[in-house]
């Protein structure tokens, strides 16, 4: 199995910046992509952001220029980046990691981490 532990959620006023990390450990073999979803109270959960060796990085168009993802392989390490936070991205954001095993394609999802951005 693969686990993935997640970092780097608070509280921030609007504005403020925050840097989440997700680190994959355990049975890795071969990591097709990683990425972000979120979800507030009484939503559903959304993707945010993800980064693929195929298709590269995608965004939703809410945080398109204040959000950047990356990805460090060595470190098998997904990062997110946010700045000029609003109070809508106030969420619990969750990290995922797709991995290829032979045949089988399986996704592995993080904890969770809140972020709360005040007004």
């Known amino acids: 199995q693969v686990q993935l532990v997640e970092s780097g959620g608070g509280l921030v006023q609007s504005g403020g910046s925050l840097n989440l990390s997700c680190a994959a450990s355990g049975s890795i073999f071969s990591i097709l992509g990683m990425g972000w979803y979120r979800q507030a109270p009484g939503k559903n959960r959304d993707l945010v952001a993800s980064i693929t060796s195929a298709a590269g990085t995608i965004y939703v168009d809410s945080v398109k220029g204040r959000f950047t993802i990356s990805r460090d392989n060595a470190k098998n390490t997904v990062y997110l980046q946010m700045n000029s936070l609003k109070p809508e991205d106030t969420a619990v954001y969750y990290c995922?990691?797709?991995?290829?095993?032979?045949?089988?394609?399986?996704?592995?999802w993080g904890q969770g981490t809140q972020v709360t951005v005040s007004s």
């Open positions: 995922y990691t797709v991995q290829k095993i032979g045949d089988t394609v399986r996704t592995y």
